[in-house]
């Protein structure tokens, strides 16, 4: 059987709440004023009960007004009406159109507590899952029973609505898509392991002693994206000896993540990434579209190389296929005139004979000639399409380095790149710079480190409220133990035959012995006796009530003492516990921060290399660039040394056309060419001489060529390439990399408007029922999931106990009024 609660410790428990969230409440922001200088905070704590599988039973919502100040007030604050009563006494309240109306004047500090049924829709639902050795049982199942227990929580936050959010696209555009907004809202979970648990474990909690042999498990919950989620699980591990199922307690808040600390250095954080991602998209864009320009002029290279290309093969067959085997015919011509001057210099009667051989070569002569006037016609020809060729090789490289369009622009993408890390790098920051992500989390860290303090000062402040009876330290149990000694003699002489007994028993027998037989004052002294008796007993009801009285009193402060014991002082206890938890995870994010700051660190160093290598690439293209002119001159001194060679081959075959001609003549001039034929012999070896040397030159030139023809083949293969490198490195570097760029900006960016959109509801409907005008209004979720143990009877027994003690203290109060 579920165990129930008592009322008085659901509102113990409910205004130990409140009195938590007004001091957190009010360290943030100041009340807001009510008129007349009176400050008005209004605090809503709503208390829900949940059986131990995470039913709801029964929820609450307790109010409170606070007053401070000097001056009149006229205030409306709305309220849950149902099943409304006044905590600070019996009267009820002035209520109109679902509102409490109060008109007082306020001097010093006003309090006005109520709690009503709460009848509005629940933030977080919560659900539990037991397992006892593996196998799923029911909450009652736990008790009594030994083995391994396996309790699971699940919290979801479900006050998520479908809003439009509008956001950067990364493009310089915006993007509005459909988003789950919730109230942003941040709790914690808490429950104790009796001693009977051992080998506690959580993979999630933390876990401290009790000081009393259990075992305290927290859990903390941040129940909104994109820091956390609307939806959260965790749990723990016992063994168990005579099983039980623990109380937990659930404490809730919304939160504005922009304004409060703690959560707004990570917003700023998302923005920056959704700022960062903008700029990578800008400069990714930027580096593919001179990747494009690298692809254009690498296309015109390729051109290019295949007509200089071209060109080389005429060159090389006009030079290897006819000016070189012409002149190496010259060679052969000039020889065989050689030998016929030696036959003409042994006899000028021989001249007649070998005039036909002679007459043969000069006709070779004259063919030869020919051929060496065309294939150096040709050659000239094939230069002219190399220098074109080399021209265009030369502009494309040109435009691979213009300082505008091309690799040298590049460098301007990497700026922008490096700019973006460097503006991360600057907002992760250090400890000791304000406004940043690290520099936050060490504030926080050192905030939470003086929360924790306070809360053991705190903690220390309501044990010697407490006291422990001595004359050092009285405290309440001080205070209770003088009420029951006052008691205690009252009770005394309010027995039967007591010192009240014996004062009415002598003045009856000084009526009846004294006063009946005076003889003269007997009238006298009988009503003087009576109206003695008749105070004397009304002194006694009296006393008897002020004896009820004192035991109401007494047991109020043993009612106080309980709740010292059971819920403040634990309470203040836990309290510091969770901040030095919260301490220990802002030091935890404060150095994932810093280990983030390495990893852009990383990134930067990264573009720093990838800056000087481009950098080498615009060195290397400015090279190529002007090897490509100096190519392109060297090819127009070429063409203009094979236009002289075409023109002296011309000549030579008219020459040797006149020399055909003139054979005839030589016939008859064979007198004058013997005389001169020694001469002649000496001339026609240096022309065998010169024309086995040009011969020579003109192979050398053919083997050149083809060279030249064979390298630029090769270059024209590879051409292809750097167009396909450039091509490929657009599709699948670059244009991911701006891919990429949009992504993460609007990935970031989503979170941001998410969040944004969060923090508006947070700050229009953080409260259940809403806060008067001009009030500071503060709104907690308390949640008690109720622990069973088998006793249910007892519980019930204490529970009817607890009220009659709650009637007893409206008696006290009512016998406190009548007395006043």
Known sequence: MTALPSRSMRIAGALAATAVVSVVAATPAMAADGGDGVKVVNTETVQVYLDSSGQVDTQRVYEQLSLTGQGDVDLENPVSTSGLRNLDGFSGFDIQDGKQVVKTSVDGEDTYRSVSDFDGKLPLKVAVAYKLDGKTVEPGDVVGENGRLEVQFTVENVTSQEQQVTFDDGKGGTVTKTAEVPIPIVGSLSTTAPSSFTNVASDQANIAGDGKGGTKLSFTMTLFPPIGSTKTSFGYTADI?????????ISALPVNPLESPTFKSAADSYQGGAD?????????????????????????????????????????????????????????????????????????????????????????????????????????????????????????????????????????????????IDLMLMKVGDVDT??????????????????????????????????????????????????????????????????????LGGLQAVKTNFCATHPTLSAQCTGTVDALIAGATKSKADLTLASGGLGQVSTGLGTALGALDTQLIPGANELATKLGTGQAGATKLKNGAIDLKGGLAKVRGGLDDLSAGVTKAVTGVMQLSSGA??????????????????????????????????????????????????????????????????????????????????????????????????????????????????????????????????????????MAYGAPENALGLTAYSYVIDGEDGEGGRNLARTLGGLAALGAGAGVLLLRRRLV
Request: aromatic letters at 0%.
């Open 241 to 249: 000896t005579n099983g039980v199922v623990p109380r937990v307690e």
């Open 276 to 420: 960062t991602g903008a700029d990578l998209t800008a400069g990714a864009t930027e580096i593919d579209s001179n990747l494009l320009k690298l692809r254009d002029g690498a296309s015109d290279l390729l051109a290019g190389l295949i007509k200089l290309h071209s060109g080389a093969n005429q060159l090389n067959d006009g030079l290897a296929n006819q000016a070189a085997p012409g002149a190496a015919k010259l060679a052969d011509g000039a020889e065989q005139l050689d030998d016929g001057l030696v036959r003409l210099k042994g006899g000028a009667q021989q001249l007649a004979d070998g005039t036909g051989q002679l007459d043969d070569g000069a006709k070779k002569l004259d063919d030869g000639a020919g051929r060496l006037s065309d294939g150096a016609s040709d050659a000239r020809d094939g230069s002219k399409k190399l220098t074109n060729g080399l021209k265009q090789i030369s502009g494309g490289l040109d435009k691979l380095a213009d300082g505008q369009t091309g690799l040298p622009k590049a460098k301007d993408g990497i700026k922008q790149l490096q700019d973006g």
């Open 434 to 503: 304000d406004g940043t992500l690290i520099g936050g989390l060490a504030d926080l860290e050192t905030g939470l480190g003086d929360g924790q303090a306070g809360a053991q000062r705190i903690a220390g402040g309501l044990q010697l409220l407490r006291g422990d009876g001595t004359e050092e330290t009285p405290g309440l149990v001080g205070a209770k133990g003088g009420v029951d000694q006052v008691k205690a003699g009252l009770d005394e002489s309010l027995k039967p035959g007591g010192s009240l007994d014996q004062l």
């Open 629 to 766: 002119g100096d190519a392109y001159a060297g090819s127009s001194d070429l063409t203009d040394g094979l236009g002289r060679l075409d023109s002296g081959a011309g000549d030579l075959s008219a020459g040797a056309s006149q020399l055909a001609g003139g054979t005839g003549q030589l016939d008859a001039g064979a007198d004058k060419l013997a005389a001169g034929a020694g001469d002649a012999q000496d001339g026609s070896g240096q022309i065998a001489d010169g024309a086995d040397t040009l011969a020579d030159g003109l192979q050398g030139a053919a083997d050149g060529s083809g060279r030249l023809a064979d390298g630029l083949g090769e270059a024209a293969d590879g051409a292809p390439k750097l167009v396909n490198g450039a091509q490929k490195l657009s599709d699948k570097g670059t244009k991911k990399l701006v891919a990429a760029g949009e992504t993460t900006a609007q990935n970031y960016g989503e979170m941001v408007a998410v969040m944004d959109a969060g923090a508006k509801r947070a700050q229009t409907e953080d």
